[in-house]
């Protein structure tokens, strides 16, 4: 008897001590999984599909499924983070509200990336209500400075720059422990690069990077977003070489996340660093690189689109069923198919922002190809490896001939078909051994390059200034800036601004159109 009591009693306390352990365990590795989130996504994937086949408790698959949604939109995928964070909405936010909570911000965040803001505000005021009218068990002061954050990230997204200053520094006056936060500094650099406060804005993005490094698990998904914002902050002040530096260190970075929308701004950044210094080589590397990325991430986020649209809708479909009233059922169509016409607008509406946008960017870099033809006018720290120089040139001659080609620069007669360098040397009353070696020593180019770039500097002149050029046939306006044919201007004018004469007169023609209204 007293051994069958034994035996009983020793297997209960086995059995607890296995189903603690494995409870303990589970626990252990969803911490895992949740501190891997912004460092390795990938590992976070794998330990919550893992979890979700072992086990059975609600709270703990709810939470899997936020950490694999978190983990997805890390790696800038929608469609999964759309899947995972949806299925979070069977959560009771009377029991689980700081899951609620998250929950409500990521989708929140994932439907103004799509182009869906009023949902986007539907679920930031439904996670502001949930803040104020449950009881959440998590730090009130973090998650009310996620709440901050998340509208100071807007502010700066919709160019409140100032307005978004002003509530950061709220939010340090009120706390001196937010000034330890990274994305304190990070959203602050954002905001004074955007209004021109260089110096202050690489202070505050340094220390945003210096903050990362010392915590024991770095997140490599805002320092990917750090180091582009001072890509972006030193192409701006043509510091290209630093440029260059911080966003070879973002293109190793990001492989540790797979981030294809990332990747894609990383290689956007160095194609026009690479384009403003004039390599030629890496402008077109990167520049190919960007443009199948962009395609790439366009495609993910049509899906993506389709996909939560697909899901609201849905959801109001479902509301509808308990609505008996026939006003309230045609109210709430109406609701969806204004939700459509508005996502249809606001996606079209964005694609004309990024034409636009690629519009004015192009013009800024052909604004900065002028000066090109200067060395002195070049950006600070960079420098034209010249081949040694093997020619000697007396230096009166040398001044002479740069007067010349100074007058030859503003004058039209780069538009001659017959123009070549032995040409030009005779009419400068030099040989073309001085003018070559001359033209290379100033201006970096050899002596077609130099005269193609002052031919289609002088067409996209015409094409700005005169109305009548957006309407002439390429063929005229590649007679008319000195080409022999259509196809030879055409591609050298694609290698120089990047994209086809018709598409630059197109996109001209728009912005014009704009401004007209």
């Not at 983990?71 to 899947?83: L, M, P, Q, R």
């Not at 790439?296 to 009233?325: H, R």
């Not at 459509?340 to 013009?363: G, L, N, P, V």
Request: glycine residues 0%; aromatic residues 14%; contains cysteine.
């Amino acid at each position: 008897m007293i051994y069958n009591f034994f035996c009983s009693n020793y297997i209960k306390f086995t059995l607890i001590f296995i189903f603690s352990t494995t409870i303990f365990a589970q626990e252990s590795l969803l911490d895992k999984a949740n501190q891997s989130i912004y460092s390795s996504p990938d590992e976070s994937i794998k330990i919550a599909k893992h979890l979700l086949h072992t086990t059975e408790d609600e709270k703990s698959i709810e939470a899997v499924n936020l950490i694999l949604a978190k983990a997805y939109f890390i790696k800038g995928n929608y469609n999964n983070s759309i899947d995972y964070v949806y299925k979070v909405q069977q959560v009771d936010k009377d029991f689980y509200p700081n899951l609620s909570f998250e929950a409500y911000l990521l989708k929140s965040t994932l439907s103004h990336l799509l182009y869906l803001d009023a949902q986007a505000d539907i679920y930031f005021l439904k996670a502001d209500k949930l803040f104020h009218e449950h009881s959440i068990s998590d730090s009130t002061q973090t998650l009310d400075f996620k709440l901050s954050l998340f509208k100071i990230n807007k502010e700066i997204e919709r160019q409140q720059n100032e307005k978004a200053l002003k509530s950061l520094d709220s939010l340090s006056n009120n706390n001196n422990e937010f000034k330890k936060n990274i994305n304190f500094y990070y959203f602050k650099g954002k905001a004074l690069n955007n209004l021109n406060a260089y110096n202050l804005a690489e202070l505050n993005l340094d220390k945003a990077l210096e903050l990362n490094e010392d915590q024991a698990m770095p997140n490599t998904f805002i320092k990917v977003k750090i180091l582009l914002e001072l890509a972006d902050l030193y192409l701006k002040t043509k510091k290209n070489f630093l440029s260059e530096e911080v966003l070879i260190k973002a293109l190793s970075e990001v492989k540790k996340i797979d981030n294809n929308r990332l990747r894609k701004n990383i290689y956007k950044y160095l194609s026009s660093n690479y384009l403003v210094i004039g390599n030629k080589e890496n402008h077109k590397k990167y520049n190919n690189k960007f443009l199948k990325f962009d395609e790439i991430v366009e495609n993910q986020e049509l899906e993506a689109v389709n996909k939560l649209y697909n899901i609201v809708v849905n959801q109001q479909e479902e509301n509808l069923t308990f609505k008996k009233n026939t006003f309230f059922r045609y109210k709430y169509v109406a609701i969806i198919i204004v939700l459509s016409i508005i996502t249809i607008c606001m996606f079209f509406w964005y694609k004309s922002f990024e034409e636009k946008r690629h519009y004015k960017s192009i013009i800024n870099y052909i604004e900065v190809s002028r000066d090109i033809f200067s060395k002195n006018t070049l950006p600070n720290k960079v420098k034209i490896k010249s081949k040694p120089k093997k020619i000697i040139i007396p230096k009166e001659t040398e001044k002479i001939i740069l007067k010349k080609l100074k007058k030859f620069e503003n004058s039209t007669k780069f538009t001659s078909k017959e123009m070549s360098l032995a040409a030009l040397a005779s009419q400068f009353d030099t040989n073309t051994k001085y003018l070559s070696e001359i033209i290379n020593r100033h201006y970096g180019d050899n002596f077609n390059t130099f005269i193609n770039k002052l031919r289609i500097k002088f067409i996209i002149e015409k094409l700005r200034t005169d109305p009548n050029y957006k309407n002439y046939k390429i063929s005229f306006l590649a007679e008319n800036s000195g080409f022999s044919s259509h196809s030879s201007f055409a591609t050298v004018f694609k290698s120089i601004v990047n994209m086809t004469p018709a598409t630059f007169i197109n996109l001209l023609k728009k912005e014009l159109d704009n401004e007209k209204y």
